[in-house]
């Protein structure tokens, strides 16, 4: 995968160590756009062949910026569940008691600022696919899986 400067944002060789596996058909069950779109890739492809997809992190929105106080009830729960991580500090990515993800900005006396735009907001990456082997379903109603 790569932003759209080129640089190797992750890699199943170096990051992985093996190429990534996956049962075909099963990112629609996963209901997850970019297996989906793995899903729809590889189909038709033969081992061997390449291709490359466009994602994008969706729309930035500035709604999703916003403080908190620091004395509200949501600030103090963060505390205490990152308190073995280091604390509360900006750069930090916390999960919301609404199990949205944010990332903290900054922190003051009075206020904590945070975002919860997808990280990847507002940006483009390409992921380049190579179908590495197909595997035999195990029986006959099995699915075949793709490792690319």
Known sequence: MRDEDGK????????LGEPLSFEVGAGDMM???????????VRGMAVGQTTV???SG???????????PRDHPEVARLEGR?????????????????????????????EVKLDANNMLAGKT???????????APATEDAATTATA
């Not at 209901?31 to 890739?41: C, K, P, T, V, Y």
């Not at 993800?101 to 900054?106: G, K, Q, R, T, Y």
């Open 8 to 15: 190797v944002l992750q890699s199943s060789e170096t990051d």
């Open 125 to 135: 990456f390409t992921i380049e696919l190579e179908l590495v082997s197909i595997d």
């Open 82 to 110: 990152y308190k073995n991580q280091g604390g509360l500090a900006p750069g930090l990515v916390v999960e919301l008691a609404n199990g949205a993800m944010a990332v903290i900005l900054d922190i003051s006396e009075t």
């Open 53 to 55: 997809l466009e994602a």
């Open 58 to 68: 969706g729309e930035w929105k500035r709604e999703l910026l916003f403080a908190v």
């Open 31 to 41: 209901g997850n756009r970019l297996f989906q779109g793995f899903d729809e890739a």
